[in-house]
Each structure stands twice: as structure tokens, then as C-alpha cells.
């Protein structure tokens, strides 16, 4: 790793040097539970039920990203809007293993409780090991994550926080080796919800900077993006 690029990835990632901080040793049963592969399935999958898809990136861009259940079922698939029926899946352990001190559904720490809140979705289709010019890559240049696709990322998908305040899921449609449809595809919105190629999610960014045209067009996520022309930091959010 150069210092170049751990100073452009690596260098803002946050970790406690605290060691007064310690997780309750009372609420670990229930993370291990929660954390266990059936009830996290499930959770994430109703968090990517919720989940509002995004094709007009300005939204991203001005730090807005509030929706709800309701607001995702409208364009989301029948499999995502049957998810969102109360009390669907409420015996797999999404809601019962959590609730216990800061576990909480285990949303805090990991957010794989709870429907609804701030959350978009990044819905795109690529075949995992492409080695061309790819639509994650593209993707990641505008959010300002590292550009492999299968780092950090859970049977095609990326979770993460864009400037602290909106929670994004970047999803493929397609996951392992073969390009096989991922264990979320049958959640996908319409294909006009989903970016086929690089060449569509570059219109997609070029549009969304052509509104907001003091907007750097690259790391959008970072905390760091400068306003061009007058030098100021943009905000004081963590990415």
C-alpha cells in the first residue's frame, strides 16, 4: 500500500484507542444470535426491501435521503413489497433478537434491524469478476470507496454511511464467480432502476453535477469534498 493511496482510502477510518470501552458482556448472546447467518439473511433483506432505489443522483449529492417503507414499495419488486407487509418474517429473529440494551435489533452495530430511516439504494447489474472498465468502479470514483467490488461487500452488496447522515446500499443483481443471480435479485426494482452499464451511470453522475454545479465530481460520500471555487470543507460528517 503507498502512502498515496492509504492517504486517499485508508487514513480517515475510524477506530477507538479507548480501552475503558468494552461491549457489555451481557448483551454478547444476543449480538451472536442476531449475527448468526438466518436472522441476519433476514434482516438484510428486509433492509434492502425498504431501501428507496436511486437513479437521480442529486439526491445523494444534497445530503437527502429520507424514506420509508411506503416510498420504497413504489417502485420496488413484488418479492420486496410482500417483505414489507407487517409481520412478514416476524418469526425469523429480525425484530426478537435485538432489543436488548445497545444490541437494539443489532442496528447500531451493523444495522441489520429495523425498516425504513434513511436509506437508498444503488441497484446495478456486473458480472463480479469483469476486468474491465466496470460499473463499481465508476460507482466507487463518485462515492470514494476503494474500486474492487468483492472488498467489504456481502453477496454483491455494499452497506455504508454517505457523509454520515444517509445510509447507501450499492447492490448487484449478479454475485460469485459464475454471475449468477444474487440471493436479493428477486428484490431488484424495474431495469429502469438499474444501471446496465458504466456508460448510464456516467450520464447518471454527469446529470446530477450539471444541478449542482459547486459540487467536486468525485468522493462525494468523504466528509472532505470541497465545494469548488470557494475552498470550504463540506461539512463535518463522518464518511
Known amino acids: 500500500m503507498s502512502p498515496v493511496l492509504h492517504a486517499q482510502f485508508f487514513a480517515r477510518i475510524a477506530y477507538s484507542t479507548d480501552p475503558a470501552i468494552r461491549w457489555p458482556a451481557s448483551e454478547s448472546r444476543a449480538l451472536r444470535a442476531a449475527l448468526a447467518t438466518k436472522p441476519y439473511e433476514l434482516a438484510l433483506r428486509r433492509r434492502i426491501a425498504a431501501a428507496r432505489p436511486l437513479r437521480d443522483l442529486t439526491e445523494l449529492l444534497n445530503g437527502t435521503g429520507s424514506t420509508s417503507a411506503s416510498a420504497a414499495a413504489s417502485s420496488s419488486s413484488a418479492s420486496a413489497q410482500q417483505l414489507l407487509q407487517p409481520g412478514a418474517d416476524s418469526t425469523g429473529g429480525v425484530g426478537g433478537v435485538g432489543g436488548v440494551g445497545g444490541v437494539d435489533g443489532v ?39 476503494w ?12 452497506d455504508l454511511w454517505c457523509a454520515g447522515s444517509t445510509r447507501l446500499l450499492l447492490i448487484n443483481t449478479l454475485d460469485g464467480p459464475d454471475a449468477k443471480p444474487s440471493p436479493y435479485a428477486d428484490l431488484a426494482p424495474p431495469d429502469t432502476h438499474v444501471f446496465l452499464s458504466s456508460r448510464g451511470l456516467k450520464s447518471a453522475v454527469k446529470r446530477a453535477f450539471k444541478r449542482l454545479r459547486r459540487r467536486e465530481q468525485s468522493a462525494v460520500c468523504r466528509r472532505d469534498v470541497r465545494r469548488a471555487g470557494d475552498g470550504s470543507v463540506g461539512g463535518s460528517k463522518r464518511t
Do not use: C, M
Open 147 to 158: 474500486h474492487e467490488a468483492r472488498r467489504s461487500a456481502h453477496n454483491g452488496v455494499h
Open 107 to 145: 442496528d447500531g452495530v451493523g444495522g441489520v434491524g429495523g425498516v425504513g430511516g434513511d436509506t437508498l439504494a444503488i441497484w446495478y447489474t456486473q458480472p463480479p469478476r469483469s476486468a474491465s472498465i466496470t460499473i463499481f468502479k465508476e460507482l466507487a470514483t463518485f462515492i470514494g470507496l
